[in-house]
């Protein structure tokens, strides 16, 4: 079955560490994205890339990093610069275009300890 | 920037009754696309409905309509007979036609069902 695979869906870092979130899509997608989502908010667009070897900032990039080495694969490092990395992060992928679906996967829940 | 809208955190509904949720956003654009998804206790988001802005019609997904209030800068989205398992979060969101890489997502509404 074709979708979106996120990894792992908890996930515990000590402060001061980097860590780094999987995402994994088998739709055959240009166009993945990085969002974290915080109680009581919406989602907020971390990074995106559009096609492979090239990704853009999204609103809150600042403490994050990401790769699009593979057309499949988008993972996302949360940095030890990230001053409030605990949150609940999605990933989604779609074709590119104004009008088209786009597809989540079931999310990673990081926590700092 | 643009900015969408949901003024409602929580809305509940009794079993096969209707319930609206409203959805507002701020553009200066004239072409653009919206959404409504939905985001169950899972977390795994769906897309449950989108409207064209330039189509007068409104879209309607089986139970799900939408209301689209151009001029006003509105969209709603009607459940009709509500189930149980309509009982998620629900997101409004825009994207612009000449910037169509982003899409910018409301707080969202929490949207519980009463047997």
């Known amino acids: 079955d074709g979708g979106i695979t996120q990894s792992p869906k908890y996930l515990f870092r000590k402060e001061g560490q980097n860590v780094t979130l999987s995402c994994e899509q088998n739709?055959?997608?240009?166009?993945m994205y990085w969002y974290r989502q915080d109680p009581g908010q919406g989602l907020r667009l971390i990074y995106y890339?559009?096609?492979?070897?090239?990704?853009q900032k999204g609103d809150i990039a600042e403490g994050y990093s990401v790769s699009r080495e593979k057309k499949e694969s988008f993972p996302l490092t949360v940095t030890s610069a990230q001053k409030n990395p605990t949150a609940f992060y999605l990933c989604?992928?779609?074709?590119?275009?104004?009008?088209?679906?786009?597809?989540f996967g079931q999310g990673t829940r990081l926590t700092v300890v | 920037a643009q900015t969408v809208t949901q003024s409602q955190p929580e809305m509940s509904v009794q079993e096969a009754e209707t319930v609206t949720l409203s959805c507002t956003y701020d553009?200066?654009?004239?072409?653009?696309?919206l959404f409504w998804y939905k985001q169950p206790p899972s977390r795994q988001m769906i897309l449950v409905i989108r409207?064209?802005?330039?189509?007068?019609q409104n879209a309607t997904e089986n139970r799900f309509s939408v209301n689209f209030q151009k001029a006003a800068k509105s969209f709603s989205l009607k459940i009709s007979d509500s189930q149980l398992g309509d009982a998620a979060m629900y997101f409004c969101?825009?994207?612009?036609?000449?910037?169509?890489?982003?899409?910018?997502f409301g707080d969202g509404t929490t949207l519980t069902v009463k047997p």
């Open positions: 989604a992928s779609r074709i590119p275009g104004p009008n088209t679906e786009a597809f």
């Open positions: 739709l055959n997608h240009d166009a």
């Open positions: 890339s559009q096609i492979v070897n090239d990704f």
């Open positions: 553009t200066s654009e004239s072409d653009y696309y």
């Open positions: 409207q064209e802005a330039y189509k007068q």
């Open positions: 969101a825009y994207r612009s036609s000449t910037n169509a890489g982003k899409s910018t």
